[in-house]
């Protein structure tokens, strides 16, 4: 071990950064099904999947920020970036993806409900949606049916943005030609699938809380769908995992030895018990089980519940086991170190327990302030007269 | 304002000079060296170095390294005949007391100075989000820690160890080749106190500097020569155990 190496830099919030931004990437794709490819199936998550999108990227930087040494100067990155720089870069993509993507798309969507809210609301609620206008007013016809076609044309921008988005994640640790755990053509894509499967899973979960929150009942043929196209993306995504595995194991260069003790002593429980058995095998198991069999509704939603909560488990072990797995081993590949995760400290526990929570509690406001449901009374009310009238 | 014939001789000059002192940034440190006529390494002759860890403590208090952390340090080397892919190494607190005596005396010992490389294409100024890692026209990689954010990607990027976090700056930290000394025509602290010789600076642009006979005259090799990062730390007798 190199003297230096002892002290692990990347701690718990560098491990939820790629967790955070992969939900916002998986829970776009998921929109983007219903909106590119017209499968309608999905339609009841398509706003609450924009919206926790969003919830999970205001969230995102965070981590980073109380990571760094010197958060006053982060900054910096977009004033001066270095331009050959992963991580400076990074800055604009996520810059792009949240002013031109997600924003632009959930306002456009909503912009019919908040001017129509901003004239049938009362007190603080009123300024709230009439600041949230942006000086629109306009509902005619013809100027809503130029809302879908931008919407559909930010969409199709999008996904490629959402790829790009954590593909680019995958590369900063892909990148790393020091670092053999990291250091992988196969990351980025790795990244990207692992996100959709992380993302589509989460929104799964929360439409169906969301359903028992509210007392309402919820699409089963949606959850069907949902979990159809979970399964499928997780094949992919374990292929890929499994493929840079074998190749690892056949090529046995010389980071081998050293890899293959770090993942058979401190990274057998998080690599291969949570990561592989329990959060990938055991959910494609529990899915394909309901594509082969006939279950009850209420079985299969059960099956959904559990199959969705182990992948996002498992998602995030593969979070932990690629940023601290790759701090774990030496460079000279002579000696390992340990993680000493402190509790309440800047980059300790608590910290991330409070990280992680923040999205969902940003959620509820937006859920509060831009209903994405599609049941009757949830929709803005009737008859609101459109300033404009058709044009 | 017009500009006239006139104005314009007087302005096209007075903007040239302005424009050159943009150009050439914060003046000079040390009023006769030229930067364009240094480009710096260092030589290292293992064969020589005797573990001793004055080289530890000279870098430590020149450069105020805090405790636990190091800019330079020695490795230990043991190698059984039949095992050059699996060495002994230790480095006791970086060396910087010198070693214990060693019981096995079998096989291969010997003693390997470490530091930063001072790549000529290193993989840490390319991640350094704000450039605030830089290689010098003089080839020394050098962290403006004004500027540096403390990401701490530079530490993951450096395939040899050799950085890392101030914990009083919170900003990264590295091997600087004693930059403060090697341009007033000093030695690095380092080489100043290597009883044997072990560590010399070398000015590669230098037509009278000893390195290019030694260069010649032997085999040497960088760390890792795989990593392709353009090191300049060159090793003298080099065991193909170390990394």
């Given at each position: 071990m190199y003297p230096n190496e002892v002290e692990l830099q990347w701690s718990i919030l560098i491990v939820l950064y790629p967790f955070i931004t992969g939900l916002v990437a998986g829970a776009f794709i998921l929109a983007s099904l219903e909106r590119v490819?017209?499968?309608?199936?999905?339609k009841p998550t398509y706003r609450l999947a924009l919206l926790t999108a969003l919830s999970f990227l205001l969230v995102a930087p965070l981590p980073l920020q109380l990571h760094?040494?010197?958060?006053?100067?982060?900054l910096e990155m977009y004033l001066?970036?270095?331009?050959?720089s992963a991580m400076a870069m990074f800055g604009f993509v996520y810059l792009w993806y949240l002013m031109a993507v997600l924003l632009l798309e959930i306002w456009l969507d909503y912009r019919r409900d908040i001017i129509q809210k901003s004239q049938t609301s009362t007190g603080i609620s009123r300024l709230v949606y009439r600041a949230l206008t942006l000086g629109s007013d306009n509902i005619s016809e013809r100027s809503l049916r130029i809302d879908e076609r931008l919407g559909y044309f930010i969409t199709l921008i999008g996904i490629p943005s959402a790829f790009l988005l954590h593909g680019y994640v995958g590369f900063i640790f892909g990148?790393?030609?020091?670092?053999p755990w990291w250091s992988s053509p196969l990351m980025p894509i790795v990244f990207i699938f692992s996100a959709m499967v992380s993302g589509i899973a989460a929104v799964m979960l929360l439409y169906m809380l969301s359903g028992r929150l509210r007392g309402k009942p919820i699409d089963v043929r949606c959850l069907d769908k949902i979990a159809q196209y979970l399964m499928y993306t997780f094949i992919i995504d374990f292929s890929l995992e499994m493929l840079d595995l074998l190749q690892r194991i056949y090529e046995a260069d010389e980071s081998f030895r050293s890899l293959d003790f770090m993942v058979h002593?401190?990274?057998?429980?998080?690599?291969?018990?949570?990561?592989?058995?329990?959060?990938?095998v055991t959910p494609i198991t529990l899915l394909g089980l309901t594509q082969i069999l006939k279950f009850t509704e209420t079985i299969r939603k059960r099956i959904y519940a559990v199959a969705g909560s182990l992948t996002v488990i498992g998602i995030f072990a593969m979070r932990w086991n690629v940023v601290i797995g790759g701090q774990l081993f030496s460079k000279s590949f002579l000696g390992f170190t340990t993680y000493k995760m402190a509790f309440a400290?800047?980059?300790?526990l608590l910290t991330a327990i409070i990280l992680i929570l923040l999205p969902f509690a940003i959620l509820w406001v937006l859920v509060k302030l831009?209903?994405?449901?599609?049941?009757a009374d949830s929709l803005p009310a009737s008859g609101a007269t459109p300033a404009h009238g058709t044009s | 304002m017009d500009i006239t014939r006139r104005r314009l001789l007087i302005l096209l000059p007075a903007a040239a000079v302005a424009w050159k002192y943009i150009q050439a940034g914060t003046p000079e440190v040390?009023?006769?060296?030229?930067?364009?006529?240094h480009w710096w390494g260092m030589l290292i002759d293992i064969p020589k170095?005797?573990?001793?860890g004055s080289c530890v403590r000279a870098c430590s208090e020149e450069n105020d390294v805090p405790d636990g952390y190091f800019r330079t340090w020695i490795e230990r080397y043991h190698v059984a005949d039949w095992k050059i892919e699996r060495p002994e190494v230790e480095s006791p607190n970086g060396g910087i007391q010198g070693f214990p005596?060693?019981?096995?005396?079998?096989g291969k010992n010997f003693f390997v100075p470490k530091l930063c490389?001072?790549?000529?294409?290193s993989p840490c100024t390319q991640v350094c989000p704000v450039g605030a890692t830089f290689v010098t026209p003089d080839g020394v990689v050098l962290v403006d820690k004004s500027y540096c954010?403390?990401?701490?990607y530079c530490v993951q990027a450096c395939p040899y160890g050799c950085r890392f976090i101030n914990?009083?700056?919170?900003t990264a930290e590295k091997c600087s080749l004693c930059y403060h000394r090697i341009t007033k025509g000093l030695t690095t602290a380092c080489c100043e106190v290597c009883p044997t010789g072990a560590r010399q600076l070398a000015d590669?642009?230098?037509?009278?500097?000893p390195i290019h006979e030694f260069l010649r005259t032997h085999t040497v090799q960088v760390l890792k020569?795989?990593?392709?990062?353009?090191?300049?730390?060159f090793y003298n007798g080099m065991d193909g155990s170390v990394r």
């Open positions: 490819f017209r499968v309608q199936a999905v760094l040494g010197h958060p006053e100067r982060s001066t970036p270095h331009r050959s990148s790393i030609k020091a670092n002593t401190r990274l057998w429980t998080s690599q291969v018990i949570i990561q592989i058995l329990l959060g990938t400290t800047r980059e300790g831009l209903p994405p449901w599609l049941d | 040390s009023p006769n060296y030229k930067l364009a006529e170095c005797i573990g001793c005596p060693n019981q096995d005396t079998s490389n001072h790549c000529a294409d954010l403390g990401c701490r914990p009083k700056t919170n590669l642009k230098n037509p009278k500097d020569p795989h990593m392709a990062t353009g090191a300049k730390v």
